[in-house]
T-cell receptor, first 113, second 112 residues
Framework: DTGVSQDPRHKITKRGQNVTFRCDPI?????LYWYRQTLGQGPEFLTY????????KSRLLSDRFSAERPKGSFSTLEIQRTEQGDSAMYLC???????????FGPGTRLTVT | AQSVTQLDSQVPVFEEAPVELRCNYS??????LFWYVQYPNQGLQLLLK??????LVESINGFEAEFNKSQTSFHLRKPSVHISDTAEYFC??????????FGTGTRLLVSP
């Protein structure tokens, strides 16, 4: 299996701009997760999908954040009207239907100036 | 709700010395436990996991962790560390197919 891939790896944007990140899970993994990691902290859960259904969203996921997984394969995470507090590493993970282990991608580092 | 505590933010150790990274969790239901390792500017790699069965689990690179239900702990140990083990280590807990809850991480610094 190829691993989880994320694009872009780095994104620098100005406050107020919209950004979109993409995650491609390991093939045949039907669960996909998004986490956010700020400096010196562990990853914090944002949301997760089983196939195309978004089953849980954290309260960290404000109205400016939206995630989709339209065909149950890749997923996108969009942040509208970015704020400096959105600067973080955004991590994607996937898991098998009958597995509890999650496998992480390399992350997208967002810097909002 | 689950929570994970990693009391040591940084653990300095000399090469070839033993090390223990501590992890305690809180949960009202049965949990699965994980250790992940993160190298600079990289994502997280699964190091080892406890799902059920033997309470002592081992990784391929010499790390081991023991699930202690009475102490609600899952400490990570290695009898002899290498320079290449320098990284951030995260303990995590889940109750099934849902989210992982992570600790704040422990930075292991191995010096010659």
């Amino acid at each position: 299996d190829t691993g989880v891939s994320q694009d872009p790896r780095h994104k620098i944007t100005k406050r107020g701009q919209n950004v979109t990140f993409r995650c491609d899970p390991i093939s045949e993994h039907n669960r996909l997760y998004w986490y956010r990691q700020t400096l010196g902290q562990g990853p914090e859960f944002l949301t997760y999908f089983q196939n195309e259904a978004q089953l849980e969203k954290s309260r960290l996921l404000s109205d400016r954040f939206s995630a989709e997984r339209p065909k149950g394969s890749f997923s996108t995470l969009e942040i509208q009207r970015t704020e400096q507090g959105d600067s973080a590493m955004y991590l994607c993970a996937s898991s098998k239907e009958v597995g509890v282990e999650q496998y992480f991608g390399p992350g997208t580092r967002l810097t909002v100036t | 709700a689950q929570s994970v505590t990693q009391l040591d933010s940084q653990v300095p150790v000399f090469e070839e010395a033993p090390v223990e990274l501590r992890c305690n969790y809180s949960s009202s239901v049965s949990v699965y436990l994980f250790w992940y390792v993160q190298y600079p500017n990289q994502g997280l790699q699964l190091l080892l996991k406890y799902l059920s069965g033997s309470t002592l689990v081992e990784s391929i690179n010499g790390f081991e962790a023991e699930f202690n239900k009475s102490q609600t702990s899952f400490h990570l140990r290695k009898p002899s560390v290498h320079i290449s083990d320098t990284a951030e280590y995260f303990c995590a807990v889940s109750t099934g197919f849902q989210k992982l809850v992570f600790g704040t991480g422990t930075r292991l610094l191995v010096s010659p």
